[in-house]
């Protein structure tokens, strides 16, 4: 590769098995740089990390998982970014793969986990609903749109920073981005293993937020093409009440009416989201000059 790599590895006490992904890292290739970004760990993270070769980057608190990809991503100088989990789920020895394919033109390869890749039936079921909403949204199939193990190249991934939630979701809103700006994605085949220590995720507190990436997943992408078939079902149900009403009263209802006006107000509240979120990216859009040419925004994509 004659592109500079840079590995960004967000750890929240992870003390205990940081090392053994470090070690397998430096094992199996050379990256020009490995940032570690501590989210607020009580437990010696950042300790663990201090190696030659390792850059610790701390946050005070915990900010999120999303908000340390964001901080390892302004702080690397790699041309290509590298993402991957602290708790050993991720296994360094398929990184070369993963930039290979990226060396085949794309600008985002994604880790998708096979079937015997660790995870929870319900966890499981909730990724199958997000890839298929994702392939039906963007028209390209979608094969692990919630997987942290990803390679991009970094002029790209930096567009979307402002994009990015600090919480778990990042992989998600990264994906939907590169689809939505036209980037090439690819997937390649990783085994996700069993994570070592306790997960940072919540069923409950956590499982309300992953509802909320279904939406996400449509406004990020093409809100008209979520919210117009909602839209479909309450008309249809308005005009099959109106027609029961018309023929056993032979008048219009309320109720027809409500059903009416609420189809109407969904498919309303999806074209305007659908232009705000053109206009979202098309702020996005404008990226940064060279930093020797002195100037601030550059020209517009």
């Not at 990256?31 to 437990?43: A, F, K, M, Q, R």
């Not at 990809?69 to 050993?88: C, V």
């Not at 309303?268 to 990226?287: C, H, R």
Request: charged share 20%.
């Amino acid at each position: 590769m004659t592109d500079s790599l840079s590995i960004i590895i967000p750890a929240k006490n992870e003390r205990t098995s940081l090392p053994g992904v470090l070690d397998e890292i430096f094992s199996c290739c050379s990256p020009l740089e490995v940032i570690v970004v501590d989210d607020g760990s009580t437990d010696g993270t950042a300790a663990a990390a201090s190696r030659e070769g390792v850059k610790v980057l701390r946050h005070p608190y915990s900010k999120g998982n999303g908000a340390a990809i964001k901080s390892g991503a302004r702080a690397a100088r790699g041309d290509i970014l590298l993402f991957m989990d602290a708790d050993g789920q991720h296994d360094p020895q398929d990184i070369p793969r993963l930039l290979a394919k990226l060396q085949e033109g794309y600008d985002l390869v994604v880790g998708a986990r096979g079937k015997g890749s660790q995870a929870s039936i319900g966890r499981g079921l909730a990724n199958k609903l997000y890839n298929g909403l994702a392939t039906y949204m963007t028209g390209h199939k979608v094969e692990d749109l919630t997987s942290g193990f990803r390679v991009a190249r970094a002029k790209r991934f930096r567009e979307f920073l402002s994009l990015l939630p600090n919480g778990f979701s990042y992989p998600t809103t990264s994906t939907m981005a590169f689809f939505r700006a036209g980037y090439s994605v690819a997937y390649e085949n990783i085994h996700a293993g069993r994570r070592e220590g306790k997960s940072h995720i919540s069923p409950l507190k956590d499982g309300i937020r992953f509802l909320l990436i279904i939406f996400k997943i449509g406004t990020l992408y093409s809100p008209l093409k979520l919210f117009f078939p909602l839209s479909v079902l309450p008309l249809l149900l308005g005009i099959g009440y109106y027609a029961f009403t018309y023929l056993s009263m032979g008048r219009f209802t309320n109720m027809s009416a409500l059903l009416f006006t609420t189809a109407l107000l969904i498919f309303l509240m999806g074209l305007v989201s659908e232009q705000i979120t053109q206009l979202m990216y098309k702020e996005v859009g404008f990226e940064e000059k060279d930093a020797d040419s002195g100037q601030g925004s550059g020209r517009q994509k």
